[in-house]
């Protein structure tokens, strides 16, 4: 079989080495770690752990199954250009056919797989508006969904393909011509299935990235990284899988099911194959605290970076976390920040390795009246701040006000990031890409200020909730809720609630409805959690069902979240300081 | 302990792990119908239960669980042994 022209070896690395680190080469496009000649077909790429069995995943193996993808893909018709989705379990068919994908020219993104507990019917319906906009191309799923889907997606534009007749492909494919400034893939963002947005990336943006976050790293040969992170998410997906793949830097991979009901997991796998980095989102390491047993027999000395990313990091919970597992060799300086984003392909700022993130202790009356950072005196009330880190080389951020000008260091507003790494724009929303995206600033819609070089991150101008890393925005969840039958339209809010044992926000609906006998009462709470569970994967607090007219409005007219939040939580405490006494 | 107490027991364990109130749990309650019984406080329900009634619940069989009443008779099963 011919090699692809485009994917020769013989490129040279166009961005600051890989190889400067001695992790491995810089390629001109992902593929070159795929196709190029300087790797061994049986250097291992991947540990593949779940259901207590192990699967290594050989560089050949890579090779050999992604090409069968690509055969199989373009014999059912899929063009270069077009995009593939991909809706499969977490399993190596994932890595295959996501590169198969870019072997045959085609663009690939993963899609979070249904649970058990989602309403087949809401889940696949609720794809219909994300499909539409893609116009054309391909699904890839399995046999067991085929019928479903064309229950409930009838005019579904996409060709549907079957992951199980791809195993069974020959692993010869015709090359395509792939560029660096081609779009690689697609991540899509999380939250309502509907209206996620599908942020396209150039191999150019991921090879300058990772080029990029490898050095800052000081990625090393003797780096082995662990992870349970889905693949569906940037931190998974980047961090996990083609930061491991394009610097050769193995990877240990759990199944993120699999971690949640048995943390330990994770520990195991770092002591057995020795860790050094893993990528955590805040209140994973809150779960680790309260479910490690104390008698579990850790070693986690291997490690030499745990890296806090995709929620807000707090202080208190590097704290706990050492205090817990200092025992197993986790020290202060092994903590690290990473503020990260899909637009910018993955991190737009680190903390340096091998000493603690600065934490500042500003003045809260300064901060809250004035939006500035000033160091609190000994009397004044204070509030921390935790670093973020340096932006990596290549990027720039800047803080700047409502009118996108620029502010002076310690003065809070917008973080807004240029680069050359950055996005190419929201696939097929012309729009959305200019209103984030003007003179090469994206504009983040979250809140911060630098000082002496750093970046912290203190909200959102958004109503932006991130529950345990992934993102969901209160008025796309309102607008399901306002759809559910029996709800008052117009009558709900969505609010994030911060839980700082779970070291996470939660979500509380509040919806107003003239339901009055609690059996229907109880049928909507269920049809409310029904709805966000299929079609937002969201897994809510609580639905509070209220009478009319309990909602409270702000003085411009409008529903506030914040206030009913805190009557919610109010009713919540008078509710739970009730006996309980019940069967 | 017959299958009434196991599902007493179990109930009074998820309670007080989710700190939902006075809810009642029944052999047909699902997780959903719980307030703050996610998959976080699924993991600290299930270290409650192993602890409370000296049992292991293995990972496999718990990740296929949909009901209270399924989840009391994998208890039962493992405690008959």
Redesign the interface.
């Known amino acids: 079989m011919p090699e692809p022209k485009e994917l020769s070896a013989a490129t040279a690395p166009r961005a600051a080495s890989v190889a400067d680190s001695g992790a491995g080469i810089s390629p001109e496009t992902i593929l070159t770690a795929l196709v190029g000649s300087a790797l061994a077909d049986q250097e291992v790429f991947c540990e593949f752990l779940q ?2 069995k192990q699967t290594t995943i050989r560089y050949g193996d890579l090779r050999r199954e992604a090409r069968r993808y690509a055969h199989y893909f373009q014999r059912n018709g899929v063009r270069p250009g077009e995009v593939v989705l991909i809706i499969l379990r977490h399993s190596p068919d994932l890595f295959y056919s996501f590169l198969g994908a870019m072997l045959a020219g085609a663009i690939p993104s993963f899609m979070p797989y249904p649970t ?2 989602q309403d087949p019917r809401l889940y696949w319906s609720s794809h219909q508006q994300l499909f539409a906009r893609i116009g054309s191309g391909a699904l890839l799923t399995y046999t067991e969904n085929l019928t479903a889907l064309r229950t409930h997606l009838p005019d579904l534009p996409l060709r549907v393909l079957a992951s199980e007749a791809a195993a069974r492909s020959p692993a010869e494919f015709t090359a395509q011509p792939v560029a660096p400034g081609d779009i690689a893939f697609l991540q899509h963002s999380s939250g309502t299935t509907g209206l996620k947005k599908g942020v396209a990336l150039s191999h150019a943006a991921v090879l300058t990235q990772v080029a990029s976050y490898a050095r800052t790293l000081q990625l090393s040969g003797s780096d082995r990284i662990v992870s349970w992170l889905p693949l569906y998410h940037d931190m998974g997906l980047i961090a996990c899988f083609l930061l491991p793949l394009i610097t050769h830097t193995p990877v240990v991979m759990l199944d993120a ?2 971690w ?4 330990t997991l994770l520990f195991d796998a770092i002591k057995l194959h020795r860790g050094s980095l893993c990528w955590l989102p805040n ?1 994973a390491f809150h ?1 680790l605290c ?2 490690v ?1 104390p008698t579990a027999r850790l070693d986690l000395s291997s490690m030499r970076a745990w890296i806090n990313c995709s929620e807000p990091c707090r202080a208190e919970t590097f704290r706990l976390f050492v205090n817990r597992f200092a025992g197993a060799g986790v020290k202060l300086q092994h903590l690290q920040v990473c503020y990260a984003m899909a637009e910018t392909v993955f991190a737009v700022t680190q903390t340096p390795p091998a000493r603690p993130p600065r934490t500042l202790a500003l003045n809260a009356d300064v901060f809250r009246s004035q939006r500035r950072a000033d160091f609190a005196d000994d009397d004044a009330p204070q509030q921390s701040a935790l670093s973020t880190g340096v932006p990596l080389p290549g990027l720039q951020v800047r803080i700047v006000d409502e009118h996108r000008q620029p502010l002076p260091d310690s003065h809070v507003g917008e973080i807004a990031i240029a680069g050359d790494c950055l996005f190419s724009g929201y696939f097929r929303l012309p729009e959305e890409t200019d209103r984030k995206l003007s003179d090469g600033w994206y504009h983040t819609g979250d809140l911060g200020f630098l000082r002496d070089g750093e970046l912290y991150v203190t909200g959102r101008k958004n109503d932006l909730i991130i529950v ?1 890393g992934r993102n969901y925005y209160a008025h796309e969840l309102e607008y399901l809720v306002n759809q559910v039958p029996g709800v008052h339209p117009g009558r709900c809010v969505a609010t994030g609630w911060f839980k700082p044992e ?1 070291g996470s926000e ?1 979500i509380v609906i509040i919806a107003e409805t003239d339901a009055v006998a609690e059996i229907d009462r109880l049928q909507l709470g ?1 049809a409310v ?2 709805s966000l ?1 299929a079609r937002a994967g969201l ?1 809510v ?2 639905v509070h069902l209220a009478s009319a007219g309990w909602l409270v409005k702000t003085t411009s007219g409008k529903l506030s979240r914040v206030e009913n939040l805190n009557k919610y939580l109010a009713a919540l405490a008078e ?2 300081a ?6 | 302990m017959n299958r009434d107490h196991l ?2 027991e179990t ?2 364990i998820i ?2 792990t989710v ?1 939902c ?6 052999r047909a309650t ?1 997780a ?2 719980v ?2 019984w ?3 406080s ?3 329900i ?2 409650q239960l192993e602890d409370g009634f000296g049992i292991q619940l293995p ?2 069989r ?3 669980l ?1 009901t209270v009443g399924e989840l009391v008779d994998l208890i039962a099963e493992l405690k008959a042994g």
């Open positions: 259901a207590g058990s507990k099911f699999e949640v009901v048995n943390p209140f779960h309260r479910t047993r345990h779970i939660e269920q959690k029904e569970l897994t607090f609580d509710a739970q009730q006996p309980a006494a019940l069967p | 599902l007493s109930g009074r309670r007080e700190q109130g006075p809810v009642a749990i029944t699902r959903m119908d307030r703050g996610d998959s976080l699924h993991t600290m299930l270290m990972m496999e718990v990740l296929t949909g």
